[in-house]
């Protein structure tokens, strides 16, 4: 038998469906994609410029992107601390806890804006006592949506690192303890070392998640121009006022920067897969 047919698959038509995923990719994904970067070639590059650099342009982008990071990098901590419970400890309620921790995944993006905006406004219930008793404002302000990303983001972390923590053997800190080492060496040089990788991925995933997130952000954010307008309701914002090509302009920033976090998030992938066979 030669080469080409012990190599063959035993599950046939793989011609056929290779040629429906590409046709069912280029029509769901690659022609809407394609459609905006259309739209705005017929714009001069002095004119994509100005759309994309304008003052509330630039007010929506850092606050997408700065409010992204800071809850990316919350998230890894107490994403870690999550993990670290379910995966490592038994109790009662555990399999409660764990569902819980998939439920910004099911739950409608709108239904948890609406809830959160309902739980930190002035008169909510934790609102009412962070502005009551500490002066500290939170829904229609920077830090509702700092709250909105991280809620959407933290199942990002936790479900990266999950599988990593079950293989991490509970022998390794045993040995690490019987040879004179105290907890805070083997945190740093045993378990992290080890969950560097899948921390770095389960982060870009939550900051690319992040930064598209609508329906949780557009009601607990106030949507007030050059303060809390983030860049996915500013798109929404110039397509109600007919400006069809400022729009497809910062949709198109906004879809190279997906393209880069997708690119990033493969190599950490490929480089925790890498370092895991080591």
Known sequence: MSRTQSQ???????GLSLGFTLAYLGLIVLVPLAAAFLKTAGM????????????RVMASYRLSFLASLAAGMVNVVFGL?????????????????????????????AVA?????????????????????LGVKVAYTEIGVFVALTFIGLPFVVRT??????????????????LGANRLQTIFRIILPELTPA??????????RALGEYGSVVFISGNMP??????????????EQYDYRGATAIAVVMLMTSFTLLLVINLLQKWSRRYHRI
Do not use: C
Request: aromatic fraction near 10%; avoid cysteine; charged fraction near 20%.
């Open 44 to 55: 001069t590059w002095a004119e994509f410029v100005a759309a994309v650099t304008s003052d």
């Open 8 to 14: 063959r698959s035993v599950l046939p038509g793989f």
């Open 226 to 239: 050059m303060r809390t307008e983030i860049i996915p309701l500013l798109i929404i914002t110039k397509l």
């Open 161 to 178: 690192l999950q599988p990593v923590l079950e293989e991490l053997e509970p022998e390794l800190e045993e040995a690490a303890a019987s």
């Open 199 to 208: 921390l770095l991925t389960g982060f870009a995933l939550a900051f690319a």
């Open 81 to 109: 601390i999550v993990t670290w419970v379910l995966v490592r400890y038994s109790f009662p309620g555990k399999r409660i806890i764990d569902a819980l921790v998939d439920l910004p995944f099911a739950l409608p993006t």
């Open 113 to 133: 804006g609406i809830a959160l905006t309902q739980i930190y406004a002035k008169n909510g219930w934790v609102g009412h006592w962070l502005e009551g008793k």
